[in-house]
């Protein structure tokens, strides 16, 4: 078991896998211009994308917040708490898969969502999606983080360093499946590390 201090370390070393502050901007003027209400985020960390999203839903809104590591949302928790926004979230510690099935198998989840926001494994992306799409209701928007992939996307294959290549290719996947699917709209934002906006249209 880690020390205190060890768990912070190796969350200092995560730092990059926040959002970036600029994919963050892009966030909240599409929660403001959806006026979203209901929302859910698969992949937590330190909790500054959710913490924008806290402060960009209503006072009554409300975050279903999914991530397995408790220890990185209560590093950002304190912020959270000192912004006020700390009722608007509930946060489930969990593998997003199963927690997803168990909020898809309840008989009021379809389409009760406006938003829902995915900065996690990218091995499950397409299997978020589909759950996402149950629930996210007609006109609402899921958005994708990290599809450009640090870049190595529009890359040649032998030009992309070994620690960017099983990333790369799952990514890649992820965004012909995306641009195949008749489901919804998308628009790609390369700001950050890439954003992909999907508005579901049926």
């Known amino acids: 078991m880690r020390s205190n201090q060890e768990e912070i370390n190796l969350l200092m070393f995560r730092a990059g896998m926040g959002t970036a502050p600029d ?5 909240a003027i599409l929660l403001k211009l959806l006026n979203a209400k209901r ?4 992949g937590v960390f330190t909790g ?3 913490l924008l999203t806290a402060l960009n839903i209503p006072e009554d809104g409300k975050i279903i917040a999914i991530d397995e590591d408790r220890a990185a949302y209560e590093m950002g928790l304190p912020i959270i708490k000192k912004a006020g926004v700390e009722h608007k979230i509930d946060f489930i510690e969990s593998k997003a898969l199963q927690a997803l099935d168990k909020i898809v198998q309840k008989p009021d989840s379809e389409g009760s969502f406006d938003f829902a926001f995915v900065d996690a494994d990218k091995v499950n992306y397409w299997n978020y999606h589909e759950r996402l799409l149950k629930l996210v209701k007609v006109g609402g928007l899921a958005v994708y983080d990290n599809t450009l ?3 190595s996307v529009a890359m040649p294959e032998d030009a992309v360093g070994h620690m960017l290549k099983e990333g790369r290719k ?3 996947e992820f965004n012909n499946l995306l ?4 489901r919804v709209q998308i628009c790609h934002a390369s700001i950050g590390d890439g ?8």
Do not use: V
């Open 39 to 42: 929302t859910i985020e698969i």
């Open 48 to 50: 500054y994308s959710l």
């Open 195 to 202: 954003m992909t906006i999907c508005k579901r249209i049926s």
């Open 179 to 182: 641009a195949k699917d008749a």
């Open 149 to 151: 992939w640090g870049g």
């Open 23 to 27: 994919s963050g901007q892009l966030m």
């Open 170 to 172: 799952l990514t890649i």
